[in-house]
């Protein structure tokens, strides 16, 4: 874990040969093939460490997609992206004279898969869409859309900052060409992701950013470039997050993704009968295939927000216009002024009791932590 990292190897990785920098870099290099095995990745080579899911599609974005771009060419996304599955390719877009189109949804929140058909074409070079969505539950047809893109030579990003940590991931069968997420989606750390590519992708793809561990060899004439996952790995990395999210990562799958998503689900129902139960009137998207967010119209919203917190309702409600929101969702029927509720409990937790705090002494007399 991170604690473990700063208390006993605080080194950084691959540059250094004394004992610490090699016990920071093992670590380092276990986590990405955690990463790896946790989606089911073809080689630990294919696994970039990022700043998170953002940081991941700007780096396909500028390093991927920018140099295929011209006038003309589109890439396609959803009206359910998080903004961070928007920006990255209106930039890219205003750089290369490209254009970006929009997949609907439907009034149940859902992916229009025969809207898209019709809009996967010859110009097309970029399909980037949400596996889940961040604002309305909503699963995407992932399979399918990547069959489909694929079927017409277009490759295939997919943001899966909010699948990870509610679905199986096998980026093998999936086949996509990029998938990214973050490491605070799954219970890690803040400001680290990873971002998956296919290795012919990222052996092609030129460096996101310059200097650190990223080159081979400098000199005032040429710079040799490392190899891949190191090419995109700029500067000194984030190592304490990533080995964090590597223990995160091992977190769940001692629990089971399967066992996590059905006890969020279970909190999702406990929380749609506790709106009935306070007579709260919503206007609630019909059933679809989701994730355990519960997504509505709030005809009060002020005093529905008032009337939940006096019923001891803890959890996170989303308003429209909040940063995270997707546009689509807000332009949509049934889409919603406040609209999203993550699996809250009805009752706040009891309080804990402070947990014991070794001392720094008691710590350096053998006290092993975990890395």
Same mark, same amino acid.
């Given at each position: 874990?991170?604690?473990?990292?700063?208390?006993?190897?605080?080194?950084?990785?691959?540059?250094?040969?004394?004992?610490? /920098?090699? @016990?920071?870099?093992?670590?380092?290099?276990?986590?990405?093939?955690?990463?790896? @095995?946790? +989606?089911?990745?073809?080689?630990?080579?294919?696994?970039?460490?990022?700043?998170?899911?953002?940081? #991941?599609?700007?780096?396909?974005? %500028?390093?991927?997609?920018? =140099?295929?771009?011209?006038?003309?060419?589109?890439?396609?996304?959803?009206?359910?992206?998080?903004? /961070?599955?928007?920006?990255?390719?209106?930039?890219?877009?205003? %750089?290369? !004279?490209?254009?970006?189109?929009?997949?609907?949804?439907?009034?149940?929140?859902?992916?229009?898969?025969?809207?898209?058909?019709?809009?996967?074409?010859?110009?097309?070079?970029?399909?980037?869409?949400?596996?889940?969505?961040?604002?309305?539950?909503?699963?995407?047809?992932?399979?399918?859309?990547?069959?489909?893109?694929?079927?017409?030579?277009?490759?295939?990003?997919?943001?899966?900052?909010?699948?990870? /940590?509610?679905?199986?991931?096998?980026?093998?069968?999936?086949?996509?060409?990029?998938?990214?997420?973050?490491?605070?989606?799954?219970?890690?750390?803040?400001?680290?992701?990873?971002?998956?590519?296919?290795?012919?992708?990222? %052996?092609?793809?030129?460096?996101?950013?310059?200097?650190?561990?990223?080159?081979?060899?400098?000199?005032?004439?040429?710079? &040799?470039?490392?190899?891949?996952?190191?090419?995109?790995?700029?500067?000194?990395?984030?190592? #304490?997050?990533?080995?964090?999210?590597?223990?995160?990562?091992?977190?769940?799958?001692?629990? !089971?993704?399967?066992?996590? &998503?059905?006890?969020?689900? $279970?909190?999702? *129902?406990?929380?749609?009968?506790?709106?009935?139960?306070?007579? +709260?009137?919503?206007?609630?998207?019909?059933? #679809?295939?989701? /994730?355990?967010?519960?997504?509505?119209?709030?005809?009060?919203? &002020?005093?529905?927000?008032?009337?939940?917190?006096?019923?001891?309702?803890?959890? #996170?409600?989303?308003?429209?216009?909040?940063?995270?929101?997707? =546009?689509?969702?807000? *332009?949509?029927?049934?889409?919603?002024?406040?609209?999203? %509720?993550?699996?809250?409990?009805?009752?706040?937790?009891?309080?804990?009791?402070?947990?014991?705090?070794?001392?720094?002494?008691?710590?350096?007399?053998?006290?092993?932590? $975990?890395?």
């Amino acid at each position: 874990m991170e604690s473990g990292y700063y208390a006993h190897y605080n080194a950084n990785v691959h540059r250094g040969v004394h004992t610490l /920098s090699q @016990r920071a870099t093992d670590a380092y290099e276990a986590a990405r093939r955690k990463v790896q @095995r946790f +989606i089911n990745a073809g080689v630990p080579e294919e696994i970039v460490f990022v700043g998170g899911t953002t940081d #991941a599609i700007n780096l396909v974005a %500028q390093s991927f997609a920018r =140099p295929i771009l011209k006038a003309g060419h589109e890439i396609l996304i959803s009206a359910m992206e998080h903004h /961070s599955n928007i920006v990255p390719w209106q930039l890219v877009c205003a %750089q290369t !004279g490209a254009n970006l189109r929009v997949v609907p949804i439907n009034d149940a929140g859902e992916f229009e898969f025969d809207a898209y058909e019709k809009l996967v074409g010859p110009r097309t070079k970029l399909v980037a869409v949400t596996h889940v969505s961040n604002a309305l539950g909503s699963i995407t047809p992932i399979e399918r859309i990547i069959a489909l893109a694929h079927a017409r030579n277009v490759p295939v990003l997919v943001d899966g900052a909010q699948a990870v /940590s509610h679905l199986p991931v096998d980026v093998h069968a999936l086949d996509c060409d990029f998938y990214a997420f973050s490491g605070h989606k799954i219970f890690g750390p803040t400001g680290i992701g990873a971002l998956h590519g296919k290795a012919a992708h990222l %052996q092609a793809m030129p460096p996101y950013q310059g200097g650190g561990d990223m080159i081979r060899s400098v000199t005032f004439e040429k710079t &040799e470039y490392n190899d891949i996952p190191y090419k995109f790995e700029a500067g000194t990395p984030n190592i #304490a997050g990533a080995i964090g999210m590597g223990c995160a990562l091992d977190y769940v799958s001692q629990l !089971g993704i399967e066992a996590i &998503e059905a006890h969020n689900l $279970r909190l999702a *129902d406990r929380f749609r009968a506790g709106l009935e139960e306070l007579a +709260i009137e919503t206007e609630r998207f019909p059933e #679809a295939e989701r /994730s355990p967010v519960v997504a509505m119209t709030l005809t009060d919203p &002020e005093a529905t927000i008032a009337r939940l917190a006096l019923a001891g309702v803890v959890g #996170a409600l989303r308003a429209d216009g909040d940063r995270a929101g997707d =546009p689509g969702a807000a *332009d949509n029927d049934a889409a919603a002024p406040t609209r999203t %509720q993550r699996t809250p409990a009805l009752r706040p937790p009891a309080p804990r009791a402070p947990a014991h705090r070794p001392s720094v002494t008691a710590a350096r007399r053998g006290r092993r932590t $975990r890395a």
